[in-house]
Nanobody, 120 residues
Framework: QVQLVESGGGLVQAGGSLRFSCAVSGSIFSINTMIWYRQALGKQREVVAGITGGGSANYAGSVKGRFTISKDNAKNTVYQQMNSLKPEDEAVYYC??????????????WGQGTQVAVSS
């Protein structure tokens, strides 16, 4: 059974940094795309950053230059380094993965979410 296991997050002062990870556990053929979403209290879930199987990364304008998404193919893990955090970055962050369980298949999975709190 495939699961996404998130770790990291927590409380940080504005201007500080956090790093968290999302590991794909279970038997898969390949990872197509991994995306970080976030959902602030009372707001809709939004895309933060994504990275393709080939390593191409994209970012929301609000985090570009401050957040970095990366991956370790050997560990089936994606990371998000968040620097210069602002109070508006406070949210629950979710990992989302599109994977192939076998050649030619596509399945998607969500992580459990990890809370990021930023104090001003």
């Amino acid at each position: 059974q495939v699961q996404l296991v998130e770790s990291g997050g927590g409380l940080v002062q504005a201007g500080g940094s956090l790093r968290f990870s999302c590991a794909v556990s279970g038997s898969i053929f390949s990872i197509n795309t991994m995306i970080w979403y976030r959902q602030a209290l009372g707001k809709q879930r939004e895309v933060v950053a994504g990275i393709t199987g080939g390593g191409s990364a994209n970012y929301a304008g609000s985090v570009k230059g401050r957040f970095t998404i990366s991956k370790d193919n050997a560990k089936n893990t994606v990371y998000q380094q968040m620097n210069s955090l602002k109070p508006e970055d406070e949210a629950v962050y979710y990992c989302y993965a599109i994977v192939s369980l076998a050649a030619g298949t596509r399945e998607s999975y969500w992580g459990q979410g990890t809370q990021v709190a930023v104090s001003s």
